[in-house]
């Protein structure tokens, strides 16, 4: 929970919607949206990934300013 926030700063570097981060040694890849459990509690995030960025940064030189380790599933 720590590694995800909805909305956040141009500071916190690690996964929010709508924007990329690098998952350590492996794909870059973007929160695209969230479901929630009846109390509003965060239960599965969404993300898809970029293929070509397996260990490497994007080939159109868009910047990854995050890496985060892993993701809980």
């Not at 981060?21 to 965060?42: F, H, P, S, T």
């Not at 080939?59 to 300013?65: E, T, W, Y």
């Amino acid at each position: 929970r720590a590694d995800f926030r909805e909305e956040a700063n141009k500071q916190y570097k690690r996964l929010v919607l709508g924007k990329e981060v690098r998952l350590r040694n492996a794909y870059v890849i973007k929160a695209e949206r969230v479901e929630k459990d009846e109390a509003g509690e965060i239960t599965t995030i969404f993300c898809s990934y970029d293929a070509e960025t397996l260990s490497k940064d994007p080939a159109d030189g868009r910047k990854v300013k995050g890496v985060i380790h892993w993701v809980s599933a």
